[in-house]
Nanobody, 128 residues
Framework: QVQLVESGGGSVQAGGSLRLSCAAS????????MGWFRQAPGKEREGVAA???????MYADSVKGRFTISQDNAKKTLFLQMNSLKPEDTAMYYC??????????????????????WGQGTQVTVSS
């Protein structure tokens, strides 16, 4: 079983920056897809960014050029650097993962059905 724990959320003014972290523990694997999702009140969950073990990345159009997903494989930690934040970025941000325990070339994807393990979330609030 894998556990994901997010940190780094908070309140910031528009134009500011935040860095989210997600620490993975438990029965992880060397082949995986990890990502960040967000959900604002009254809205559907939205894929923000994803990364695979080989470094392939994918971003939602709404965050391209502002957000950067990265990872520290040795520390089993995922990051999301968020710059030029906007009030519409306000949401609960969730870390997600899917691990593959057999040999498999993991394709990049950013739909919630492509992930099967979720963290508890960290709140990001951007004020105007």
């Amino acid at each position: 079983q894998v556990q994901l724990v997010e940190s780094g959320g908070g309140s910031v003014q528009a134009g500011g920056s935040l860095r989210l972290s997600c620490a993975a523990s438990g029965y992880t694997a060397s082949r995986y897809r990890m990502g960040w999702f967000r959900q604002a009140p009254g809205k559907e969950r939205e894929g923000v960014a994803a990364i695979t073990n080989d470094g392939s990345t994918m971003y939602a159009d709404s965050v391209k050029g502002r957000f950067t997903i990265s990872q520290d494989n040795a520390k089993k930690t995922l990051f999301l650097q968020m710059n030029s934040l906007k009030p519409e970025d306000t949401a609960m941000y969730y870390c997600a993962a899917r691990y593959y325990y057999l040999y498999f070339v993991v394709p990049i994807a950013l739909h919630h059905t492509d992930f099967n393990t979720w963290g508890q979330g960290t709140q990001v609030t951007v004020s105007s």
